[in-house]
């Protein structure tokens, strides 16, 4: 069955230095998206991303944070310059959409990378 | 933004009892999902629903689709000690593709 893929699963920076996190998604999939989640909370709506832009990005998604879809198959999450509280849970997650059938809105999540920022 | 209220909380239940959560917006959804997410571990969708009313099963799991479209309910039949884990609810409005997502219920199943 398809899948959504992550890697790394985990990453350990230093303050201030730049990470990329890589995602391939599900490959008949339109719509992609990235959330983070803090240990213990809820999932957090980073970005959206569907024909090549950002559909919808949330207050947390600032200049830090880039997003890029490099080829046909991988998107990717970047981070400039991370501080101390982005340490979380990253998920990628993707979403099909026309397809035939009732599952136009049904949106699957990668394994995570958990970001850990010394 | 949107806000999702999922109740309860958490729970804590015999093995072999009914669980009944639910998730409630004051905005109307498209579509909502249901997830079940394990420590360390991605959520993974346990049902999605279309229709206001509907009514949709996956093995133990029945999940509706409030009538107001404001609300979502989960129930899982018979636990068994598999069940444990957080329980997310997702809804999709009508415009944007931004889900919003509830606060989660976390469930403990005593053996």
């Known amino acids: 069955e398809p899948e959504v893929t992550q890697t790394p699963s985990h990453q350990v920076t230093q303050m201030g230095q730049e990470v990329i996190l890589r995602c391939v998604p599900i490959?008949?999939?339109?719509?992609f998206y990235w959330y983070r989640q803090i240990l213990g909370q809820k999932v957090e709506f980073l970005v959206s991303?569907?024909?090549?832009?950002?559909?919808?990005k949330s207050e947390i998604f600032d200049d830090q944070f880039s997003v890029e879809r490099p080829d046909g198959s991988n998107f990717t999450l970047k981070i400039r310059s991370t501080k101390l509280e982005d340490s979380a849970m990253y998920f990628c997650?993707?979403?099909?959409?026309?397809?035939?059938?009732?599952?136009?809105?049904?949106?699957?999540f990668g394994p995570g990378t958990r970001l850990t920022v010394l | 933004g949107q806000q999702l209220n999922q109740s309860p909380q958490s729970m804590f239940i015999q093995e072999g009892e009914d669980v009944s959560m639910n998730c409630t917006s004051s905005?109307?959804?498209?579509?909502w999902l249901w997830y079940k997410q394990d420590p360390g571990e991605g959520p993974v969708l346990l049902i999605a629903?279309?229709?206001?009313?509907e009514l949709t099963s996956n093995g133990r799991l029945t999940a509706q689709f409030g009538i107001t479209r404001k609300d979502s309910f989960l129930n899982i039949s018979a636990s068994i000690p598999s069940d444990v884990g957080i329980y997310f609810c997702?809804?999709?409005?009508?415009?944007?593709?931004?889900?919003?997502f509830g606060t989660g219920t976390s469930l403990t199943v005593i053996p």
């Open positions: 997650a993707s979403r099909v959409w026309g397809s035939a059938g009732r599952s136009y809105n049904e949106q699957f």
């Open positions: 490959s008949n999939h339109l719509y």
């Open positions: 991303f569907y024909n090549n832009e950002i559909s919808e």
């Open positions: 905005s109307i959804f498209n579509t």
């Open positions: 629903l279309y229709k206001a009313g």
């Open positions: 997702a809804g999709l409005p009508f415009t944007g593709n931004q889900f919003y």
